[in-house]
């Protein structure tokens, strides 16, 4: 029996998931987490084979709870789900140690199970849809470290300093002084321009920069 942990911060779509699963004579869900903390905590204290794990989390993303959790246990296997199908993120997640990546859309829920159940056999399964030759490619990102990644990638999806802070477990001063680092080795000004770098290498759907993200007030360091 493929023992499986969910993380995923929607309901709906984690219901969905525990349903389909539960639906296998050979996979069964032993845990589930709507948060990456929340995920950290828990998958320790259950017998876990497979842990199916959303991209984009509303703490931390699936890039830092893989780290987590194999630092952790080096054994586990990682799934991520994700809406994005371009740039660096999967050959990140490759180098994080995630052996899976499905990009969520359609119905296609069996893409999902034989996903588990591949990499629950120690294999790698990465959505035919994703190219791996430009994802292969350099990006700007690259020439971050891991904090700073960490404090680009909640700004990315539109934390505040505050809210980075408390998500990364950092000070607001620690916090300021690495988005200045970020924005000097990036050659940006502002969250405005590192938004649409993101977009340029796939780190973030198009939509993601909306009316009340584009060329208003640059926010403070």
């Known amino acids: 029996m493929i023992r499986v942990f969910l993380v995923e911060d929607h309901f709906i779509y984690r219901h969905g998931l525990h349903l389909m699963i539960e639906e296998q ?3 069964e869900v032993v845990g589930e987490a709507a948060l990456g903390r929340e995920a950290i905590a828990r998958v320790p204290l ?3 084979d497979v842990v199916v794990c959303d991209y984009n989390l509303p ?5 830092q709870v893989t ?5 952790q246990r080096k054994e586990l296997r990682i799934l991520i ?3 994005i199908d371009q740039g660096p993120i999967p050959k990140q997640l490759i180098a994080a140690g995630a052996l899976g990546y499905v990009t969520k859309g359609g119905n296609d829920g069996g893409k999902v ?3 588990i159940r591949e990499v629950a056999a120690g294999r790698r399964y990465w959505d035919e849809v994703l190219c791996f030759p430009e994802s292969a490619l350099p990006t700007p990102f690259d020439r971050l470290s891991p904090r700073m990644s960490q404090v680009a990638m909640l700004t990315i999806r539109g934390l505040t300093i505050s809210e980075v802070a408390e998500a990364a477990n950092m000070s607001e ?3 300021r002084t690495q988005r200045q680092l970020i924005f000097m080795r990036l050659n940006l000004k502002n969250d405005i321009g590192l938004l649409r770098l993101a977009q340029r290498y796939g780190m973030m759907p198009d939509e993601s920069i909306g009316p009340n993200r584009g060329d208003g007030e640059d926010t403070d360091l």
Do not use: K, T
Not at 67 to 71: A, G, I, K, P, T
């Open 46 to 48: 259950v017998e876990v």
């Open 67 to 71: 780290h987590l959790l194999l630092r």
């Open 25 to 27: 004579p050979d996979v």
């Open 81 to 83: 789900l994700s809406g």
């Open 173 to 175: 001063s620690a916090v």
């Open 113 to 115: 199970l034989r996903a």
């Open 59 to 63: 703490d931390i993303d699936g890039l």
